[in-house]
């Protein structure tokens, strides 16, 4: 996608230059094997050959026509070409050498993905668009959103209908901290208790936020395993006191009270300075 300043023609002409120039530069040029000396047998061959690859250079983008003044779209009709790298070398070479190469186009912006402006074909191309973020490592994204001629879709509805598509659950994501010596428990309720003293609002769509210390799979053996585990350090000589909050989502195989009696067994030693209350 490129924006111009003032003239539609003048950037277009910009546009078909800087990409042919960084296209024709990265192209691996084919040896010429004729050797030295050597006539070729048939001319008309060879300007077939310079006629054929002149049109394949014309056809390498295309001008998709929008309606819209001061911005158009050039389809790449090469598929194995990658837009994102081709743009990312055009601006690190212009921010390397800081040579102005062009007087008419404002910006240039990469475009892997359209679809219509309809928040169900948004979610949808999103969801695909950010496929590859779902790998071990952590990744983060920035939505930037711009409309125009277009008042049919709001920007909160937007974001969070992205948002959503790459969360666990409905309104519900996990943010795993890479830094093992941080204590998330502690993070959490410095994070909470400000908010409490200072009485300022800082967020706006975070409804939630609770530290999470141990995850397993939703089996009796597994939490069973994992609750004495976690619990460990509630044995010693002072009487301590903890609960037991049990949230379901999409999962019928687990019953409440079945997880409580699980967990409490888990931590019935026999002394008397242990009391359970189950309500």
């Known amino acids: 996608m490129v924006t111009a300043n003032f003239l539609d ?13 960084y296209c024709d530069s990265k192209s691996e040029k084919s040896p010429d094997k004729t050797e030295e000396g050597a006539v070729s047998a048939d001319v008309t061959d060879d300007i077939a050959n310079e006629i054929a690859e002149l049109n394949q250079k014309k056809r390498r983008f295309e001008i998709v026509d929008t309606t819209l003044s001061n911005l158009m ?12 790298k ?5 601006l690190t070479d212009l921010r390397e050498t800081k040579q102005r190469k062009t007087r008419f186009i404002q910006r240039i912006l990469p475009v892997t993905h359209t679809c219509y402006s309809s928040m169900e074909d948004i979610s949808r191309t999103a969801k695909e ?10 990744k983060t994204f920035g939505i930037m959103f711009k409309a125009r001629n277009n008042s049919a879709i709001k920007r909160d509805e937007i974001i969070e209908a992205v948002v959503s598509t790459q969360s666990t659950g409905s309104n519900l994501m996990f943010i795993a901290v890479k830094d093992e010596s941080m204590d998330v428990t502690k993070l959490v309720h410095t ?8 009485k ?16 397993c799979y939703s089996s009796m053996e597994d939490i069973s395993r994992t609750a004495k ?9 002072d009487p301590k006191t903890f609960g037991i909050m049990f949230k379901a989502r999409n999962n019928s195989a687990i019953k409440r009270d079945e ?12 002394e008397t300075d242990w009391v359970f209350i189950v309500r």
């Open 200 to 215: 300022q609002r800082k967020t706006r769509f975070i409804q939630r936020i609770l530290p999470v210390t141990h995850t």
């Open 191 to 198: 994070i909470l208790t400000d908010l409490r003293e200072t």
């Open 86 to 90: 081709l743009v990312h070398t055009i």
């Open 9 to 21: 023609y003048g950037c277009r002409r910009e546009v078909f230059s800087i990409l042919d120039d």
């Open 129 to 138: 668009m950010l496929q590859p973020l779902h790998t071990k490592d952590p």
């Open 259 to 270: 997880i409580i009696e699980a967990v409490v067994s888990t931590q019935s030693t026999g």
């Open 229 to 237: 585990e976690m619990l460990q350090p509630l044995h010693t000589k």
């Open 73 to 84: 779209f050039i389809a790449v009709k090469d598929e194995s070409m990658d837009v994102t």
